[in-house]
T-cell receptor, first 112, second 109 residues
Framework: NAGVTQTPKFRVLKTGQSMTLLCAQDMNHEYMYWYRQDPGMGLRLIHYSVGEGTTAKGEVPDGYNVSRLKKQNFLLGLESAAPSQTSVYFC???????????FGDGTRLSIL | GQNIDQPTEMTATEGAIVQINCTYQTSGFNGLFWYQQHAGEAPTFLSYNVLDGLEEKGRFSSFLSRSKGYSYLLLKELQMKDSASYLC??????????WGAGTKLIIKP
């Protein structure tokens, strides 16, 4: 009964380094999302996917790239990390657009 | 622009009732969600309203007025485990969720 699994849970990077965050869901959901959560702000959508092989930009896509090669996986990449990308990143998935989203436990990312 | 407003923090007493308000402005509207988020954890779904009125789920109820752009979450018989942040999110015409910053609810014995 895993639901949505995010790896890694924590990571510290230096400015300019790259990394990939992995999100995996075992609920056969079509829709997947990447959010960032910063203190005093609501969740902000980075990128999303409405099905295998599709991706779209959200509210704050700059500096990030995504891929959805398999239905169960949604990857978020940072090509050249910046301190402004220090945040908690959440992945979510759902069966339909107006259905509840199920969240992973988050990845806490610090960029020095 | 699109905007969600909810109080930053509220305090209530164990066993009491608390109402957390949320006002929203979105381009189109496809429903309003409430989520609970304990510190350091993931948000979890509480309720969804798309029609006007009150939806009751055990100790939690959620109300929506589309004409006023207003919703509230009502928590009854408060327990210490209800200490958490409560996130309001409105779905716009593109089915994108616009999230509030959350209301941190502190429960005192």
């Amino acid at each position: 009964n895993a639901g949505v699994t995010q790896t890694p849970k924590f990571r510290v990077l230096k400015t300019g380094q790259s990394m990939t965050l992995l999100c995996a869901q075992d609920m056969n959901h079509e829709y997947m999302y990447w959010y960032r959560q910063d203190p005093g702000m609501g969740l902000r959508l980075i990128h999303y996917s409405v099905g295998e092989g599709t991706t779209a930009k959200g509210e704050v896509p700059d500096g990030y790239n995504v891929s959805r090669l398999k239905k169960q996986n949604f990857l978020l990449g940072l090509e050249s990390a910046a301190p402004s990308q220090t945040s908690v990143y959440f992945c979510a998935s759902t069966t339909g657009e107006n259905q509840p989203q199920h969240f992973g436990d988050g990845t806490r990312l610090s960029i020095l | 622009g699109q905007n969600i407003d909810q109080p930053t923090e509220m305090t209530a007493t164990e066993g009491a009732i608390v109402q957390i308000n949320c006002t929203y402005q979105t381009s189109g509207f496809n429903g309003l969600f409430w989520y609970q988020q304990h510190a350091g954890e993931a948000p979890t779904f509480l309720s969804y309203n798309v029609l006007d009125g009150l939806e009751e789920k055990g100790r939690f109820s959620s109300f929506l007025s589309r004409s006023k752009g207003y919703s509230y979450l009502l928590l009854k018989e408060l327990q210490m485990k209800d200490s958490a942040s409560y996130l309001c999110a409105a779905m716009d015409s593109n089915y994108q969720l616009i999230w509030g910053a959350g209301t941190k609810l502190i429960i005192k014995p």
